[in-house]
C-alpha cells in the first residue's frame, strides 16, 4: 500500500504531561507502518469547555507516513491513549486527560462515519490545535474555510483579542479594574512596560506577548524615579496617541499611563521608599545611573501588582536591566520575565527611544556601539576567549567614532558582577555611550547568532 500522510494534534493536561507527548511520539516511532516525520514544539494552553478548573494543557502536532489503514491507524491511536492512562468510560466531557490524540488528516481523504470524521470536524475552530499545526505547516490549505493553516491562526488570535480595539486607561486604577475583568474571564496577560516613544524594539515585545498569552496589555510612563539627570528626564521623548496607534495596531488591547503620585498615592508627595534592586544592580549602569535600578525595580513591583500578568515582556537590549526585574520576579514570585531580543536598525545600531534626538552626524557615530560589539564577536570567533583583548578592541572601534565611553566591558554573565580575568568560557560585551547630549547602550552575547549589521 501507498503510504498516506497523516497529521495527529497531541494534548495532555494530566500527569507528567512532557513525558506523556513524548511517549506517544516515541511509540508511533516504534509502531509497524508507521514513519514519524516531524513533530512541532509542544505549547501551554487553557483547558477550554469541560469543568472548570482543570489543569492547561501541552499540546503540540506531529506528521507522519503511515501504510495502515485510515480505522486501523485511529485504532493505534486509541490503543495508545489507554497505555498512557486515558479511561474513556470514566471519561467527563472534555475533562481532564493524560493523552489525547486526534486524527486530524490522513491525505486528502474525506470521510463521515460514526467511529472517524476526516478531516477532523473541529479542527479549524480550535487555536490549541492549529498554532502547533502551524508551526510545521502554514501554508496547509484547510479544506472547510479555504484559509491557509497561518491565516486561519491569525484569524483566530484576533477574534479571540475582541474587535475592541485598544482601550485606554488614563490611571493605574482602571488598569487595575481593567486587567481584573480580564483575568475573571480567564485571559492570561502578557505585559510590557514601556516610557513610550515606540519603535519596532517595543513592538516586537507586543508580538511575543500575543504568541505566549491571551492578550497583551503596554504601560507608557517615564519614570521619574529611574532618571538620576533630570535634563535627561525633561528631554525624553513623549508621543503618547502615536504610541496608542501603534499598540493598536500591533494587536495590543490595553495601554495605561499614570503619573508618580498615582502610582504610589500612598506617597503622595513623591518621596517613594526604593525597592533594593539586588546583586545585578552593582557595577556598569548600576555604577554609572546611581539610583537608576532601584527606581526600575520600585516602578515594576508596582507595574505588576497592576497588572498581574502571566509574562512580563523585557528586551535584551537593557541586559542589566533584565537581570534586575529577573531578581525582582523571584522575590515578588510571579511574573515569569521574558526576555526578548534586541532589534537593531539596518547598519546594526540598537533601536531605542533616544535615537529620535541625535542630530544626523550624531546619528552616524551611534553605528560604532554596535559595530565595536559585532567587531568583538568576530573575534570571539575566531578563538579570541582574553576578556583584556576583546575589550581593547570595543575601545579601539568606539575611539575611532570619537564617542565618549562610559564603560565598554566584556563579561561573564554567569558572574556579572566580577571584572573577569582569565581566558572566558561565555562572554557578553556591554557599552555605554554618549553621543553629543544623548546616553546609548547596547550589548551582545559575544557566542550568540543573532544578526546585526546587515553589512
Ligand atoms: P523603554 O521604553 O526604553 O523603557 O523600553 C521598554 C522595553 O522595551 C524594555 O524592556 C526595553 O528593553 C525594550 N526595548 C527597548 N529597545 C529595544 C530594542 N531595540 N529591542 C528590543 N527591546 C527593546
Redesign the pocket.
Known amino acids: 500500500m501507498k503510504p498516506a500522510t497523516v497529521w495527529v494534534a497531541l494534548g495532555s493536561n494530566l500527569g507528567d504531561r512532557r513525558a506523556n507527548l513524548e511517549g506517544a511520539c516515541e511509540a508511533l516511532r516504534c509502531a509497524d507502518g508507521v514513519e514519524v516525520l516531524r513533530v512541532s514544539p509542544w505549547s501551554e494552553t487553557r483547558a477550554e469547555g469541560g469543568p472548570s478548573g482543570q489543569p492547561d494543557y501541552l499540546n503540540g502536532c506531529l506528521e507522519a507516513r503511515t501504510t495502515l489503514a485510515p480505522h486501523t491507524f485511529l485504532w493505534l491511536l486509541q490503543r495508545l491513549e489507554s497505555q498512557f492512562g486515558r479511561d474513556r468510560s470514566r471519561e467527563v466531557r472534555n475533562g481532564p486527560r493524560p493523552l489525547d490524540l486526534d486524527l486530524l488528516f490522513y491525505d486528502e481523504l474525506e470521510l463521515d462515519d460514526p467511529e472517524l470524521v476526516l478531516p477532523h470536524p473541529r479542527l479549524e475552530e480550535r487555536l490549541f490545535v492549529l498554532e502547533p499545526l502551524c508551526a510545521l505547516a502554514p501554508e496547509l490549505v484547510l479544506p472547510r474555510s479555504g484559509r491557509r493553516v497561518c491565516e486561519r491562526v491569525e484569524e483566530l488570535r484576533a477574534a479571540r483579542r475582541g474587535t475592541a480595539g485598544l482601550v485606554r486607561c488614563a490611571d493605574p486604577e482602571a488598569a487595575r479594574r481593567w486587567c481584573e475583568a480580564r483575568r475573571a474571564e480567564g485571559a492570561r496577560i502578557g505585559f ?11 513592538l ?2 507586543v508580538r511575543a506577548a500575543l504568541a505566549g498569552n491571551d492578550l497583551a496589555c503596554a504601560s ?1 510612563f517615564v519614570n521619574p524615579l529611574q532618571f538620576d539627570d533630570p535634563r535627561d528626564l525633561a528631554r525624553y521623548p513623549r508621543h503618547l496617541d502615536r504610541d496608542a496607534e501603534l499598540l493598536e495596531s500591533a494587536g495590543c488591547s490595553m495601554l495605561f499611563t499614570g503619573t508618580l503620585a498615582e502610582f504610589f498615592p500612598e506617597h503622595e508627595d513623591g518621596n517613594v521608599p526604593r525597592r533594593d534592586p539586588g546583586p545585578a544592580a552593582e557595577g556598569l549602569e548600576g555604577a554609572f545611573r546611581p539610583g537608576h535600578f532601584a527606581g526600575v525595580a520600585t516602578i515594576c513591583a508596582r507595574l505588576f501588582e497592576v497588572v498581574r500578568p502571566a509574562r512580563a ?6 541586559f542589566q ?2 537581570l534586575v526585574v529577573q531578581h525582582l520576579a523571584r522575590v515578588l514570585g510571579f511574573p515569569e520575565i521574558v526576555v ?5 536598525e539596518e547598519d546594526g545600531l ?4 533616544r535615537n529620535q534626538l541625535l542630530a544626523p552626524a550624531e546619528r552616524a557615530q551611534a553605528a560604532a556601539l554596535s559595530r565595536a560589539l559585532f567587531a568583538a564577536r568576530a573575534a570571539w570567533r575566531e578563538g579570541e576567549r582574553d576578556p583584556a583583548r576583546l575589550e581593547a578592541l570595543l575601545a579601539a572601534e568606539l575611539a575611532r567614532a570619537r564617542v565618549a565611553v562610559e564603560y565598554a566591558e566584556v563579561r561573564d554573565p554567569e558572574r556579572f558582577g566580577q571584572r573577569p580575568r582569565k581566558p572566558l568560557a561565555r562572554a557578553r560585551a556591554l557599552i555605554a555611550a554618549r553621543v553629543g547630549r544623548v546616553r546609548l547602550i547596547d550589548n551582545l552575547d559575544l557566542a550568540g547568532t543573532e544578526p546585526g549589521a546587515l553589512r
Not at 526578548?340 to 537593531?344: G, K, N, V
Not at 540598537?350 to 527611544?353: L, V
Open positions: 510590557i512596560p514601556t516610557m513610550g516613544a515606540l519603535h519596532e524594539g517595543h516586537s515585545l507608557v515582556y523585557f528586551g535584551e537590549k537593557d536591566q533584565c526578548c531580543p534586541t532589534s537593531r540598537a533601536r531605542s527611544s
